[in-house]
């Protein structure tokens, strides 16, 4: 998964109109935790009875990432997911590959790093995502007794014997 460019500080989020969808899709972000699909939140508010296209769907969630108002992560099969954007300017996520959680992460060294690579090679107006994908302390701890129910039952969980692990 990587991030789109988050807005930078300076950039002033453009003049939307206020509509009854836009409302409906910030609303429903307000409820979310963590990122969610344009299907799944398509759903959701489909659900609640808010009258929101999934076509209007995806245009608010591309307006609102244009705006930095939701973080977006892209998959490897290219599908964007998003969420309310906790963290004001530039910042990367700490991804759990299990669940799907993400923690905002600011990473200093990063940025002085792409800024020093990108003057080396003359590049300017760059850009970068970094996304770290490890296991969170609720997956460690789920892995664990996976493991250890698998080992009780003479295999290795998650699949078969000497397969590896998660």
Known sequence: MSESPARRPAEKPREQRVTKQRLAVSAALDKLEDFVSTQELHRMLHEEGAAVSLATTYRILQSMSEDGLVDVLRGDDGEAVYRRCEASGHHHHLVCRRCGKAVDIEAPSVETWASRVAREHGYTAVEHTVEVFGLCP?????????????????????????????
């Open 138 to 166: 609720e997956c460690t701890l789920a892995v664990a007794r996976e493991r250890a129910a698998g080992e009780q039952g003479g295999r290795t969980a998650g699949g078969p014997p000497g397969a590896p692990a998660l």
